[in-house]
């Protein structure tokens, strides 16, 4: 059942194109326009959405956390990404104009479960992006959108988070589609340049053999850190969580623009730093900010191993190892840009011996609260 893999990771890895070329199956009319008729919420009552808010828990929170970047540059709708355990509980503002997207693999996660109720009850329109069909999620929800991701049996999920940032384009596009106007990007563009990312990740895949090297070496690294910027930040978080889910180190991602601010402090010689560099073309010039954040990490002495764009030359002369990704445009770079640290995480944890699919402690699904 594992496909000839050794592990349901690693198939589950291997079949990322295929989860997001899937989940972008049929999403499309004739004239390119997005067809979301399976959300069946009355076309009127999505154009009066004021605000979004997405519920989730673990690295289902961090595909809201991309949505939520994505989602309010081509809507201008705001959008607040919160973690379902917590949201019950902070008197969260939800009326009948709010949107409450929830994302859960399983559907059954008992606080994201809880979080919707709450919402429902408060007047909220309700969606659910899931990727089991008929599960409890999407039925106590007002629509769903589903990834088709495929069943996903590895406790740490990776095709699936693939999916469901897949999935959270669509819903954003189509509410920029909805409400018309002008778009700070032509959605069909996008859905354009969506399409040809399944082939990108392929492409990623094939280029993972220093990655899985560079893991192997790194069997007793203690800590690890992750920085990333805009959507590449919620990239540098799942890298970290990965690697605490799967080779039981500790991890922490940051907003590399928080480096100065604090986290610069735990930089000493050999200290492994994982960077998601945004591609040269990402507005606001946040590429040349990040890589003098990886100069200034280097000149203290980090190790620095640099996730950037093909052609970025500029990452260079600070980085002890760059791993390159095909070009994509800038908001659907994480779709590429997770890979290599999921790869990563993957053959760590897999060099000392741990069991990858099935880590200490933890469950595929967690239905208490
Ligand atoms: C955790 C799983 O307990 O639940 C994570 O171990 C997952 O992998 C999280 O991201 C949320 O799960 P779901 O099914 O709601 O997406």
């Known amino acids: ?26 999403r499309t009319d004739a004239e390119g326009n997005l067809s979301l008729d399976e959300l069946r919420i009355p076309e009127e009552k999505l154009r009066a959405v004021e605000r979004v808010t997405i519920v989730a828990c673990g690295t289902a929170a961090y595909a809201g956390t991309v949505a939520k970047y994505a989602i309010e540059h081509w809507t201008r709708i705001p ?46 329109l309700t969606v659910s992006v899931c990727n089991t069909l008929g599960s409890t999620i999407p039925r106590e929800s007002d629509a769903a959108l589903y990834t088709h991701a495929g069943p996903e049996i590895a406790v740490a999920s990776t095709k699936a988070f693939l999916a469901q940032i897949a999935a959270c384009y669509l819903l954003g596009l189509y509410l920029a589609q909805l409400r018309g106007g002008a778009y700070a990007e032509d959605p069909q563009a996008v859905m354009k340049e969506l ?32 920085l990333g910027r805009n959507v590449g930040f919620p990239v540098a978080l799942e890298g970290a969580l990965k690697l605490k889910e799967l080779a039981y180190i500790h991890a922490e991602g940051f907003a590399a623009g928080e480096l100065k601010h604090g ?15 945004p591609g040269p073309d990402t507005p606001h010039e946040l590429h040349r900010k990040v890589v003098s954040n990886i100069q200034e990490i280097r000149a203290r002495g980090a190790r620095t191993i ?15 190892e760059v791993i390159r990704v095909p070009h994509t445009m800038p908001l659907l770079q994480p779709l590429l ?28 699904s967690v239905t208490v609260e």
Do not use: C, W
């Not at 640099?306 to 002890?320: F, L, M, S």
């Open 1 to 26: 059942e594992k496909g000839g893999y050794p592990t349901f990771m690693e198939k589950e890895i291997e079949e990322q194109p295929r989860a997001v070329a899937d989940t972008l199956l049929g």
């Open 79 to 124: 959008v607040e990404v919160a973690l379902a355990h917590e949201f019950r509980y902070s008197d969260p503002i939800v009326d009948e104009r709010t949107l409450v997207v929830s994302i859960s693999q399983s559907g059954e996660t008992m606080d994201t479960l809880m979080a919707v109720k709450h919402a429902r009850d408060l007047g909220a």
């Open 195 to 226: 399409h040809d990312v399944p082939d990108k990740i392929a492409e990623v895949l094939r280029r993972m053999d220093r990655v899985k090297e560079i893991a192997r070496f790194m069997a007793d690294t203690r800590a690890v850190l992750f």
């Open 263 to 277: 986290p610069i402090a735990l930089i000493e010689p050999g200290q492994p730093v994982f960077i998601v560099v």
């Open 306 to 320: 640099v996730i950037a764009q093909d052609g970025d030359t500029d990452v260079e002369p600070y980085a002890d």
């Open 337 to 364: 840009t997770v890979v290599p640290l999921q790869v990563f995480a993957l053959h760590l944890s897999t060099a000392k011996g741990l069991d990858v699919d099935q880590p200490r402690n933890l469950a595929k």
